[in-house]
């Protein structure tokens, strides 16, 4: 991992969910955040759910998650082999952490497997070029690799959470 472990407040200054989160999401939704860290946006997810997944695969950063967001239900597992139903999830979040992942296309068939026909993926991650912080540039994804992971769903909507960062929304076809 990389760039990781701003605190919520330095983070906020940068990347606030509040300004974007609304028009992203309906509430409602069975939400799943693959990669969500010590929980910065499940924090912020809780309110838009019916049911919220929070899943990392370094455990001890979901005890943080966990005081985030209480109620919500934490895997200690791997983006690419989760333990959630099939086909049960509306929306899968990744934020600032796909470009950590070593087996992307298995990620990316997980995601297949557990969304919803008509499901949506919302990522959001850091734009490739040099920043004062954050990963380094050669961890950084663009816009184009994540098109390219994510063929097999449409492409409906990009969107600027910060001046660092790019989000992209994908929905399944199939």
Known sequence: MHGHGFTDDFRKNFENPETFLNS??????????????????????????????CV?????????????APSAIFLCENASRT????????????????????????????VKRILKKGGKV??????????????????????EEYIEYFKGFKLVNKFKPSEYQYGLVFIKND
Not at 24 to 49: H, M, P, R, S
Not at 56 to 65: G, K, M, N, R, S
Not at 83 to 107: R, T, W
Not at 122 to 143: A, C, H, L, N
Request: hydrophobic share 40%.
């Open 83 to 110: 333990s959630i139903p099939s086909h049960s999830v509306d929306v899968v979040l990744f934020a600032n952490s796909f470009h950590d992942m070593d087996n992307k296309i298995e990620v990316v068939n997980e």
């Open 122 to 143: 919302i990522i959001i991650d850091w734009e490739k070029k040099r920043t004062s912080f954050g990963p380094p540039e050669w961890v950084r994804m663009s816009e």
């Open 24 to 53: 992203l999401l309906k509430g409602g939704e069975v939400i799943a955040e693959l990669g969500c860290g010590t929980g910065f946006y499940c924090k912020y997810l809780k309110d838009y759910a019916s049911k919220l997944y």
């Open 56 to 68: 990392d695969a370094f455990c001890p950063a979901l005890q943080e998650a966990k005081k985030r």
